[in-house]
């Protein structure tokens, strides 16, 4: 079991920026690969970015593309979100995630084990 816990959330205007981090723990990850969701009030869940821990490759969604950066640091076992332009509309709760078989998809039930969430509001 992998444990994560995320930081870096905060209050930031819009077209600011925000670094988050999920610091990771456990079992031997080194073959999962790492997600951010996020989940405002009252809409579902949504994939945000992912990242291999083996060879890297990232994954990203449209809404993000351009503006966020998935990254990661193997001596510190932490996975970074660098949010950059941040817009109203990114205001949730964001999570990281651990996928230990992740296909590349955008589904959450790729991941099994969950941070408990930092919250990002961005103010217009």
């Known amino acids: 079991q992998v444990q994560l816990v995320e930081s870096g959330g905060g209050l930031v205007q819009a077209g600011g920026s925000l670094r988050l981090s999920c610091a990771a723990s456990g079992r031997t990850f080194t073959s999962y690969a790492i997600g951010w969701f996020r989940q405002a009030p009252g809409k579902e869940r949504e994939f945000v970015a992912a990242?291999?821990?083996?060879?890297?490759?990232?994954y990203y969604a449209d809404s993000v593309k351009g503006r966020f950066t998935i990254s990661r640091d193997n001596a510190k076992n932490t996975v970074y979100l660098q949010m950059n332009s941040l817009k109203p509309e990114d205001t949730a709760v964001y999570y990281c995630?651990?996928?230990?078989?992740?296909?590349?998809?955008?589904?959450?039930?790729?991941?099994?084990?969950w941070g408990q969430g930092t919250q990002v509001t961005v103010s217009s």
């Open positions: 995630a651990a996928s230990r078989y992740y296909s590349g998809s955008y589904r959450a039930v790729e991941f099994g084990s």
């Open positions: 990242i291999r821990w083996s060879g890297g490759s990232t």
